[in-house]
Nanobody, 116 residues
C-alpha cells in the first residue's frame, strides 16, 4: 500500500522559511513523478513543483520559482520543498503527489500559514 506522509508545515511570518518533507512507503519515489501541490482556502488545488522520475530536475510554477526548491533523497525515499521568502498568499495546505501514467497517490497534506 502506497502512503505519502507530509510534515513540516506551520505558522511563519512573511519573509520566513519552511522546509516540507514527504516520506513515501510501500513504493520507491524514483519510479514516480513526484510533485508538491497546494490548495488555498476557496481556491483550486494547484501544482507548485514537480520532479520527473528519471531526472533530478525540478520544475516550478511561476509564482514560486526562485523562492521554492524541490529536492529528492532516493536513499531516504523522501522529497522536500524548501520554501523561502514566504508570502501571505502562500498560505495553503500543501500536498505531496506521486503520479505515473494514470495512477496517482496523495498525502494527507500539511498546513502552511503565513501571517504577520
Amino acid at each position: 500500500q502506497v502512503q505519502l506522509i507530509e510534515s513540516g508545515g506551520g505558522l511563519v511570518h512573511p519573509g520566513g522559511s519552511l522546509n516540507l518533507s514527504c516520506v513515501a512507503s510501500g513504493t520507491f519515489i524514483y519510479i514516480w513523478d513526484m510533485g508538491w501541490f497546494r490548495q488555498a482556502p476557496g481556491k483550486q488545488r494547484e501544482l507548485v513543483a514537480r520532479i520527473v522520475r528519471k531526472t533530478d530536475v525540478a520544475n516550478y510554477s511561476d509564482s514560486v520559482r526562485g523562492r521554492f526548491t524541490m529536492t529528492r533523497d532516493i536513499a531516504k525515499n523522501t522529497v522536500y520543498l524548501q520554501m523561502n521568502n514566504l508570502e501571505l498568499e502562500n498560505t495553503a495546505i500543501y500536498y505531496c503527489n506521486a503520479i505515473f501514467l494514470r495512477t496517482d497517490h496523495w498525502g494527507q497534506g500539511t498546513k502552511v500559514t503565513v501571517s504577520s
